[in-house]
């Protein structure tokens, strides 16, 4: 067999396996993947500017906090689960 | 029962050479992590019905914090952390949660916003101490700063039960005023007669009767051999002779023996209380009258520090309260949890304790003493001890001490194994002429581990009780009795006098509430006597 001829068979049969792994129709487009799973830091939880000062770098100027920047206080609540 | 007889001090100090200690304080400084936070640092204990004449039918609750104030520590001395949580809690049902809590908050507040202030050249200026002049009473003019708290009984749940204001019986108020240290007689003349203006008569919510609180510095009296005992035992921990309350009849020879000069904390060192007396009944709730008890410190998970920190707040703080120290029966986190867990075991409710229990049932503390002293011993003796601790595992003896109680002692009314200050609040008080400091062991159920009073030499019973005295027969009301936990033959050496040779007794402390002495003073020197003429001195 001339390899152009090899060629053309190869593709063909490639292109039909591909085809067999959809869903019969051949025009349907691939499902998206899934969007990756981002955790989300646990400093959060405590606030966005706990968060943003959490994450500062160690030689960085520290923030000066102000009221809100931290969750409340609370008497009532059970501490969060830092990981 | 086996009694170990002839000399062995040189070569118990050549077998000291390569074996680890633990820590041994009640609990001062007992965990890496709260050696950070010395402010909430649970240092001890004590629970025991009041034994004050006149005060039958009430319950005292102690819980100490700061550990090694030296008398001097000026100009800031030690007030309590005004960020913290501190907590005493009963649970009267054993299932290991708390169903009372008395929960402390603690505020400092500069007089007009300054402080004292003086006129230097025209410009008023706040002063850098705390008192200008002699002090003498509650919000003194001559102090600067005023140390308040509030007092609140939460009922169920610590966080999520039901909160009610203890308040002040005289006026109703709910702010209570926490006195000065004793920074020396010239500045507070009188101290007992200053500090006792801060006993107040409270009315707590649901409680027909009054109790009482203070919170202040008092003077240590926590009786321990510490530094010795660092030093790898650097002394033969065996009573050398015929000590009246120390001895067994059998003086050992080399042995230490007792002497104010081993004391590490007692009149060197003060701590600060919270004490509360509480009306019995009002504590029992519908249990069978045990009640089990523990302190806590709390502080909030989340904190930025400030970098331009004021007087009223040094860091910004928010979110729950996380437990950072935890105490119920003395020396549990010195010497039975082992260094991986003990901040662990700080942070936990006694629930969790299930998950620490192996340290008990199988403690190290004994068979690093077994280590430390076998072999000596043997040579000495020419005995042929296998070991000098107990065998009997598990130790159901130390299960019952710091776990469950003892049946018919100190058991509340479901048994849940938890680390608890058990006290059976139906065992009435040894007046404290006639207390024995060795407690049950020593023929005293009104004494440790049935709950704890200050006299109680807690480092002596525990170090017999870890070796194996509750194998052995203890008198009960004058008959010895066998407690059915372990037998003689598990312990070879638990009728030794095993001792740290510094002795304590209630004789020494005062007989009424709040019972710990008042502070040494910071001036003049020496400082390990106070300024009154009312306080025991050894």
């Known amino acids: 067999m001339r390899p152009a001829v090899r060629r053309a068979l190869l593709v063909a049969l490639m292109a039909s396996g591909l085809a067999a792994c959809g869903n019969g129709s051949g025009s349907d487009t691939p499902a998206p993947p899934p969007p990756p799973v981002v955790a989300t830091p646990q400093e959060n939880q405590f606030g966005a500017n706990f968060a ?18 931290i969750i409340p206080l609370s008497l009532t609540t059970n501490p969060v689960n830092v990981g | 029962m086996v009694k170990i007889r002839t000399g062995i001090t ?37 629970a025991f019905q009041s034994y004050e004449p006149g005060r039958t039918g009430f319950t005292t ?3 100490n914090f700061q550990p090694g104030q030296n008398p001097g520590d000026g100009p800031n001395y030690y007030t309590m952390d005004p960020d913290a949580l501190y907590e005493i809690h009963i649970d009267n049902l054993g299932d290991a949660m708390e169903h009372l809590t008395f929960q402390f908050q603690f505020t400092n507040t500069l007089k007009g916003d300054k402080g004292k202030t003086i006129n230097v050249g025209g410009k008023d200026l706040p002063i850098a101490l705390r008192q200008i002049g002699p002090i003498t009473a509650p919000q003194d003019g001559n102090l600067g700063e005023d140390e308040a708290y509030t007092l609140t009984l939460v009922t169920g749940d610590r966080r999520t039960g039901t909160r009610a204001a203890i308040t002040n019986a005289s006026g109703g108020g709910t702010t209570f005023l926490k006195p000065f240290d004793n920074a020396g007689n010239k500045t507070i003349v009188d101290y007992p007669t200053y500090a006792n203006q801060f006993i107040y008569n409270i009315s707590i919510p649901g409680c027909a009767q009054q109790g009482k609180v203070f919170v202040g510095q008092r003077a240590e009296y926590f009786a321990v051999n510490l530094g010795p005992i660092f030093d790898l035992v650097n ?12 001895g067994n009849g059998s003086p050992f020879p080399g042995g230490i023996t007792q002497s104010e000069n081993n004391q590490e904390l007692i009149n060197k060192k003060n701590v600060t209380s919270i004490a509360l007396e509480i009306p019995t009944a009002c504590l029992t709730g519908t249990g069978n009258g045990v009640i089990g008890v523990w302190s806590t410190a709390s502080l909030p998970q989340a904190r930025l520090l400030r970098p331009n920190p004021t007087y009223k707040s040094t860091a910004l703080e928010g979110g729950a309260y996380v437990q950072v120290s935890r105490l119920g029966n003395p020396l549990v986190n010195e010497l039975v949890i082992g260094l991986p867990d003990k901040d662990l075991f700080n ?3 006694p ?5 620490l229990l192996a340290y008990v049932t199988n403690p190290t503390f004994p068979a690093i003493l077994d280590a430390l002293f076998r072999a000596p011993v043997n040579a000495t003796l020419g005995t042929n001890f296998a070991t000098l601790a107990p065998t009997n595992f598990p130790r159901n003896d130390l299960v019952a001490t710091f776990l469950t109680g003892f049946a018919g002692v100190n ?4 048994v849940t194994p938890s680390e608890e200050m058990r006290l059976n609040t139906a065992i009435a008080p040894t007046p404290q002429a006639a207390q024995s400091t060795f407690g049950v062991v020593g023929n005293d159920l ?20 870890a070796m194996g005295r509750l194998c052995y027969p203890i008198p009960v009301a004058g008959k010895l009795t066998d407690l059915g936990l372990c037998k003689p033959a598990d312990a070879p050496t638990g009728m030794v006098a095993y001792t740290d040779g510094a002795p304590s007794s209630a004789t020494n402390i005062l007989n009424a509430f709040p019972y710990l002495n008042p502070p040494l003073r910071g001036s003049p020197r020496p400082q390990n006597v106070t300024n009154n003429s009312f306080q025991v001195i050894q």
Do not use: C, W
Not at chain 2, 351 to 355: E, I, K, Q, R
Not at chain 2, 411 to 414: F, R, V, W
């Open chain 2, 10 to 46: 040189a070569i118990m100090a050549l077998a000291l050479a390569s074996t680890a200690m633990p820590a041994f304080a009640s609990s001062h400084r007992e965990a890496p992590g709260i050696t950070k936070m010395p402010k909430v640092d649970n240092t001890d204990v004590y």
């Open chain 2, 347 to 349: 942070a936990v409710k």
């Open chain 2, 235 to 246: 002394f033969v921990p065996i009573e050398g002779d015929n000590d009246p309350v120390y």
């Open chain 2, 411 to 414: 058991q509340l009314k479901t």
């Open chain 2, 61 to 63: 609750l102690i819980a």
């Open chain 1, 52 to 69: 943003t000062a959490y994450r500062a770098a160690n030689t960085s100027a520290p923030i000066t906090p102000a009221d809100g920047d």
């Open chain 2, 351 to 355: 629930t969790s304790d299930g998950a």
């Open chain 2, 446 to 465: 009104a004494g440790y581990p049935n709950g704890r009073r200050p006299g109680d030499d807690t480092v002596d019973i525990t170090l017999r009780v």
